[in-house]
């Protein structure tokens, strides 16, 4: 069997995007080929592919997809489909905002890049040839966004060594590694850099209930890197970080507010607090893009509820009794105050967040660069 270290999460095949089905590991590496926009909103919704910053690389490849299946006549044409797909494909899952960037991004540096063109020839904005122009645009942006996401994971990988260096026990959850990634990952990117170094590093990884992301998915990539790696129960965790048993947590991120709280998945909160009252570390991990500027705070975050029959169900098992309820939300919030600083690929950002926050965005984005950011 293949290895998540050489088998891309996600890969531009020339006509369509290959991708892992994380549904179906640890139990078999099953590839799947998506050629329509059904199938890849479809993808993004039962987690095939997941995590935010892949979710982002994908939404972008799949309006290529998009484009490829549609064969809009004109260029008129192709902007109404382009617009459909914005929402069709951008809002296929709502709380990890590097899905939403990376479309409008695309989209945007697509149109805008064609309507200088046009401005500046007499061709025919209707011809064929327009929209072929607009496809190749659209695949170099959609490229450049998962090219622009390994380099990041990379810079993270080695600002989380650096952040963690006096620390070997460390806990994380669900997974924000090479499978939530167009790269070596966030959070777990500093566990990848920690073992290059040849510095011990040993991790817990909480279970994650309910679509177990950190037992099936981090456990799996990191068993197979040949990180030392232990799956624990999500309850279990406080417990341990409370017995002093862990030196320092770091998670990933699905969208950090501009005050720098910061949505992940459901469980990470737990985390954070148990962190807190043991006063160990607690970081977040992610890349610049998946900060949303636009909103102020956590409270303003959309939290993704998905069905209740992924709490009912393991493993084709119904596991509640019939007649019980269940509430799933897909992620919480965890609050600034109880976050010891946020490793970026713009620098490791410390409190206040709202000012070392806008200071990175700057960095990254000097003004008037129009690359789309929220
Ligand atoms: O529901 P998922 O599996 O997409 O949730 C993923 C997470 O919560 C990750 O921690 C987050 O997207 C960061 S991935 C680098």
Request: aromatic share 2%.
């Amino acid at each position: 069997m293949e290895t998540a270290a050489i088998t891309p999460t996600l890969r531009w095949t020339g006509d369509s995007i290959e991708i892992i089905d994380q549904t179906r590991l640890p139990a078999e590496l099953v590839l799947l080929d998506v050629r329509d926009v059904a199938s890849a909103v479809d993808a993004i919704g039962r987690l095939a592919i997941r995590g935010a910053p892949a979710l982002g690389a994908f939404g972008a490849l799949a309006l290529v997809v998009g484009v490829d299946e549609a064969q809009p006549d004109s260029l008129d044409a192709a902007r109404e489909l382009l617009e459909r797909l914005r929402h069709e494909i951008g809002d296929a899952r709502p709380t990890a905002v590097n899905l939403r960037w990376a479309v409008d991004r695309t989209i945007d540096a697509a149109l805008a890049a064609q309507e200088l063109i046009s401005a500046s020839t007499d061709s025919d904005n209707g011809s064929a040839g327009s929209v072929a122009e607009l496809r190749r645009r659209l695949l170099d942006e959609a490229l450049a966004i998962g090219a622009e996401d390994a380099k990041a994971c990379a810079e993270i990988g080695r600002l989380g060594r650096e952040v963690l260096a006096e620390a070997t026990v460390i806990a994380t959850h669900c997974n924000a590694g090479r499978l939530a990634t167009a790269g070596i990952g966030t959070a777990l990117a500093a566990f990848y850099a920690k073992a290059a170094a040849g510095e011990p590093v040993r991790v817990l990884a909480a279970e994650s209930r309910p679509l177990l992301q950190g037992a099936r998915l981090t456990a799996w990539e990191l068993a197979d890197a040949g990180i030392d790696v232990s799956v624990v129960p999500d309850g279990a965790m406080a417990s341990l970080i409370a017995e002093g048993e862990v030196d320092a947590v770091i998670v990933g991120a699905d969208r950090i507010a501009a005050n720098g709280d910061t949505a992940n998945k459901v469980g990470t909160l737990a985390h954070a607090l148990a962190a807190a009252d043991a006063g160990i570390g607690f970081y977040v991990a992610a890349p610049t893009t998946t900060i949303d500027a636009a909103v102020p705070s956590g409270s303003r975050i959309v939290i993704e509820q998905r069905s209740p029959d992924e709490v009912h169900h393991a493993g084709g098992q119904r596991l509640t009794p019939e007649d019980a309820k269940a509430v799933n939300p897909a992620f919480d919030v965890t609050p600034a105050r109880l976050i010891t600083a946020i490793i970026t690929d713009a620098g490791v950002l410390r409190p206040p967040y709202g000012e070392s926050i806008a200071q990175a965005l700057a960095e990254v984005e000097p003004a008037g660069s129009g690359t789309g950011r929220c």
